[in-house]
């Protein structure tokens, strides 16, 4: 089992940013990638970001340039600066972690709680 919590998130103003972060505790060893997806009112969830244990990362292309994920492996914890952030940026993010055996099988998803954050025009 892992264990995700969030930090970070609340109300900003337009061309504010944001950090989030995320903490994995439990079975850590077998996590191979996390990320962040996002899910707006009335829209399904989405990926933001995500980067694996080599430090290979995948972005939505609408927020590339904007937005940038980093991991530290020693802690356990993935981050998520927000920078420019527009309206249309307000969403509920979740943290999201994949773990597998050593073989990549028996893939399986973990999530957070949800962090909200609002951008104000």
């Known amino acids: 089992q892992v264990q995700l919590v969030e930090s970070g998130g609340g109300l900003v103003q337009v061309g504010g940013s944001l950090r989030l972060s995320c903490a994995a505790s439990?079975?850590?060893?077998?996590?191979?990638?996390m990320g962040w997806y996002r899910q707006a009112p009335g829209k399904q969830r989405e990926l933001v970001a995500r980067?694996?244990?080599?430090?290979?990362?995948e972005y939505a292309n609408s927020l590339k340039g904007r937005f940038t994920i980093s991991r530290d492996n020693a802690k356990n914890t993935v981050y998520l600066q927000m920078n420019s952030l527009k309206p249309e940026d307000t969403a509920v993010y979740y943290c999201?972690?994949?773990?597998?055996?050593?073989?990549?099988?028996?893939?399986?998803?973990?999530w957070g709680q949800g962090t909200q954050v609002t951008v104000s025009s």
């Open positions: 999201n972690a994949v773990s597998s055996d050593p073989r990549g099988f028996y893939p399986r998803d973990y």
């Open positions: 439990g079975n850590t060893l077998n996590i191979r990638a």
């Open positions: 980067i694996d244990n080599g430090g290979g990362t």
